[in-house]
């Protein structure tokens, strides 16, 4: 079992910055591969980015890739997405999830997940 709660989340103006950053419980953290995922009002949940149980492979949606950045502390039981250059287009609720074995990038193919944070970009 693995139980993540989100954190980081809030208000910020377009060209802003966020870092979230995603606890968890249990003593096998570091056998996940963990992913971040958000869902805006009226779509869908989409996959943002993810990263290995090593943190030695990382994998990012093509809409933030140069912008957001996913690192662990396997040590500190933590993952966290830096997120820069923010648009009004990445407001959303943001989720982390974990997975045994790969990244993975569809929601169906995590196994745990968080309660969410809100980030909200302003234009």
């Known amino acids: 079992q693995v139980q993540l709660v989100e954190s980081g989340g809030g208000l910020v103006q377009a060209g802003g910055s966020l870092r979230l950053s995603c606890a968890a419980s249990?003593?096998?953290?570091?056998?996940?591969?963990m992913g971040w995922f958000r869902q805006a009002p009226g779509k869908e949940r989409e996959f943002v980015a993810g990263?290995?149980?090593?943190?030695?492979?990382?994998v990012y949606a093509d809409s933030v890739k140069g912008r957001f950045t996913i690192s662990r502390d396997n040590a500190k039981n933590t993952v966290a997405l830096q997120m820069n250059s923010l648009k009004p287009e990445d407001t959303a609720v943001y989720y982390c999830a974990a997975t045994i074995g790969a990244i993975m990038i569809r929601d169906y193919q995590y196994d745990y997940w968080g309660q969410g944070t809100q980030v909200t970009v302003s234009s």
């Open positions: 990263i290995s149980w090593s943190g030695d492979s990382v």
């Open positions: 249990g003593r096998t953290f570091s056998s996940y591969a």
